[in-house]
C-alpha cells in the first residue's frame, strides 16, 4: 500500500516537475550571446579569411568573442576603409580603447580600467549588437565557458 502511494506520489511529481525540467534543456528564452552557440565557431586563422581583401566574401569581425557580420558596413570595414584593421579578426581591446594602433588589435582586455570596459559595452550594445548580424562566436572565448 505505501509502494502504491509512493508510486503516485512519484508520478505526480514527476508530471509537475517535467516541464520544469524541459525548459531547463531546452531554455527557449535565452539571449543572442547564448544562441551563439548554435552557430559557427572561428579560430583566429578562420576569421582572417573574412577581412574584407575577397569583394565576394563578407566581412566579419568580433567583439567580445561574437563574431558579426559587418559587410553592411562596408564604408567604414571594407578594403582601404579607415576601420579595415579591425576586421578579420577579434578586436575587442581596439574598440575598447578607441584604438587603432596594431598592439590592440586583440581580444585580450587584461588591464583595462572600468571605464573603458564600460565604453566597450556600450559601443558593443548600440553598435555591434544593434547594427550587424551575429554569425558566430570565436573558438577561445568558447574554451574558456568550459
Ligand atoms: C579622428 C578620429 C575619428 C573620427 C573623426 C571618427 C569618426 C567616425 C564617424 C564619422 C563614424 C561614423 C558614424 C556613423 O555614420 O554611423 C565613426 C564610426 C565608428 N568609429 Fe570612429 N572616428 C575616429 C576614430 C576612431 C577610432 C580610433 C576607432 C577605434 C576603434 C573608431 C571606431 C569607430 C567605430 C567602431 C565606429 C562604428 C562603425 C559602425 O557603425 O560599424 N573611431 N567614427
Known amino acids: 500500500m505505501i509502494t502504491v502511494m509512493m508510486n ?3 508520478l505526480r511529481c514527476a508530471i509537475l516537475l517535467a ?6 534543456i531546452f531554455d527557449p528564452v535565452r539571449g543572442d550571446e547564448d544562441n551563439a552557440e548554435e552557430l559557427r565557431v ?3 586563422d578562420e576569421i582572417a579569411e573574412y577581412d574584407g581583401s575577397d569583394p565576394d566574401k563578407p566581412i566579419y569581425m568580433a567583439v567580445k568573442g561574437l563574431v558579426f557580420d559587418v559587410t553592411d558596413g562596408k564604408e567604414f570595414y571594407g578594403k582601404g576603409k579607415g576601420y579595415n584593421v579591425l576586421v578579420g579578426r577579434d578586436a575587442t581591446r581596439a574598440v575598447a580603447l578607441w584604438s587603432l594602433e596594431k598592439k ?6 587584461t588591464g583595462l580600467t572600468e571605464k573603458q570596459l564600460k565604453s566597450l559595452d556600450e ?4 553598435v ?9 562566436h570565436m573558438q577561445f572565448e568558447h574554451k574558456t565557458k568550459n
Open 42 to 44: 572561428f579560430t583566429t
Open 104 to 109: 590592440d588589435l586583440t581580444h585580450d582586455v
Open 123 to 126: 559601443i558593443f550594445e548600440s
Open 128 to 136: 555591434y549588437k544593434a547594427k550587424y548580424p551575429i554569425v558566430g
Open 19 to 24: 516541464p520544469l525540467v524541459l525548459l531547463l
Open 8 to 10: 503516485k506520489y512519484s
